[in-house]
């Protein structure tokens, strides 16, 4: 079975840069079927899509993010990252990572996701 | 990229049916059937619950089904339960360069 799981700092300073890390355990972040995904969710609202990454390193990106986000994968340690650079309090939020199987576009496995607050 | 429409909250009595619509555009829902559904209880992931419109991954109960007309799909539950009682999200394959868009969210009670 899959397991994803977020790290990363809980805080953030204002106009700094949010950073994550997602770790791939139970299958094969190499796996020509997968893209993997970065979600977030604001206190009391729904799922915004943040981007997607492919082993290869092609990306797709949310146009309301892409200015300031940027998603890597790091193979040999079986993880991909998020980064957000100038950050402020509307970006406080749950971020989720998840796996997408190609076959359905779907997300199929989600991290536990983890709570980043933007604050000095 | 605007997301799905989803009614805010849709309520039901246990037993009864309940249905969630999701509205997209010819961009997304009504051009692929790649439309999922997510069920979140608060403070919990969502859960995939329904994949390519209408089907269900290993282990999700029969009372969820998915159906799409045009460029609005939806999500029935049929039987329905104090358990079901959570967040519901739809998402969409979509065209561009953008490929996924979440839906609002619909609330479900259970009465």
């Known amino acids: 079975q899959m397991q994803l799981q977020e790290s990363g700092p809980g805080l953030v300073k204002p106009s700094q840069t949010l950073s994550l890390t997602c770790t791939v355990s139970g299958g094969s972040i190499s796996s020509a079927g997968y893209y993997w995904s970065w979600i977030r969710q604001q206190a009391g609202k729904g799922l915004e899509w943040i981007g997607y990454i492919y082993y290869s390193g092609s990306t797709y990106y949310n146009p309301s993010l892409q200015s300031r986000v940027s998603i890597s994968v790091d193979t040999s340690k079986h993880q991909f990252s998020l980064k957000l650079i100038s950050v402020t309090a509307a970006d406080s939020a749950i971020y989720f990572c998840a796996s997408v199987k190609m076959v359905s576009w779907s997300h199929d496995h989600w991290g536990q996701g983890t709570l980043v607050t933007v604050s000095s | ?111």
């Open chain 2, 1 to 111: 990229q605007s997301a799905l429409t989803q009614p805010a909250s849709v309520s039901g009595s246990p037993g009864q049916s309940i249905t969630i619509s999701c509205i997209g555009t010819d961009g997304d829902v009504g051009a692929y059937n790649y439309v999922s559904w997510y069920q979140q209880h608060p403070g919990k992931a969502p859960k995939l619950i329904i994949f390519d419109v209408n089907d269900r991954p290993s282990g999700v109960s029969y009372r969820f089904s998915g159906s799409k007309s045009g460029n609005t799909a939806s999500l029935t539950i049929s039987g329905l339960q104090a358990e079901d009682e959570a967040d519901y999200y739809c998402n969409s394959y979509t065209s561009g360069s953008t490929l996924s868009v979440f839906g609002t969210g619909t609330k479900v009670t259970v009465l």
